[in-house]
DNA sequence: GCAAACTGTATCTATATTGGTTACATATGG
DNA sequence: CCATATGTAACCAATATAGATACAGTTTGC
């Protein structure tokens, strides 16, 4: 949804967009586009202006924002979980295999933010046009 | 979870561990445990035996076993999701986005399980020997 | 000044997922 | 035969998410 909306605001070039509008493309309610607008927000991405002229706008160019910023700004959570129970103390398998895990996590989450830092909104809009879809 | 029983089936090298004392470890239920295992189970990665002396282990030698495998065979989802909603017919981005950003949740996909399958399950217990983990 | 059209946010509901627990049928070694 | 396993169903609690309603505060344009 996040990345839906971006585009959306990308194709309308800096004029603002109401939650309203946002929503009936995400085919969802405006509450949950500006619960996500606000995640965006604090992200820096966007700018949201109230009033009767309002609505929210990209607050950088789209070649400037990459995906990784996105997914960071809507979900902060890790991909993979720990087991969130205490360890055994009497085991010393489950004392360790924590922090051998960490590092695999570490790895992994490196490997997914490289792949979407190579993103940018832009893109995305590209590839858009080229499959017909140029403004909105 | 299940990294944490696998390398746990490691350490014992093919004698049978039981759901209840690897749950002790885990520190969980032993029914959360045999969960996993028949994931694990129809994934290949482990053999269960019933009876008194059953329990699990290993279905293959630890250097076999890549955590590409463990985490698809114990969480089959994608890692992004799509807006489950229906798109707005009239709306062109509506109906566009999805196959764009499917080519990005792929190639996402891949860059994760590329560096999940350069993990053994036998690099874990390397790494854990070196901390000090030896059996159990 | 004031109505219209926004945002921001609180609150409530519905739903899905997950882990944990109990219970029990079934298998198997000694 | 019986102690000890697995496999699985059923249920509960906790958590997360989307959606909906409501409303206070902001801003524009007349």
Not at 46 to 62: C, D, H, I, Y
Not at 76 to 98: M, Q, V
Not at 99 to 109: C, G, R
């Amino acid at each position: 949804m996040a990345t839906h909306i971006l585009t959306s605001l990308a194709l309308h070039r800096d004029k603002p967009v109401s939650s309203s509008h946002l929503a009936s493309s995400v085919n969802t309610n405006p509450v949950v586009v500006r619960r996500i607008l606000g995640d965006l927000q604090k992200a820096g991405l966007v700018k949201t202006t109230a009033g009767k002229t309002g609505g929210a706008a990209l607050s950088r160019s789209p070649s400037k924002i990459t995906l990784d910023e996105v997914y960071k700004a809507v979900d902060a959570a890790e991909i993979f979980a720990f087991n969130p129970n205490d360890p055994n103390a009497h085991c010393p398998l489950s004392c360790t295999i924590k922090s051998v895990l960490e590092t695999v996590f570490q790895s992994a989450d490196r490997a997914i933010t490289k792949e979407l830092k190579s993103r940018k909104l832009s893109d995305l809009i590209e590839m858009l046009k080229k499959r017909g879809v140029s403004n909105e």
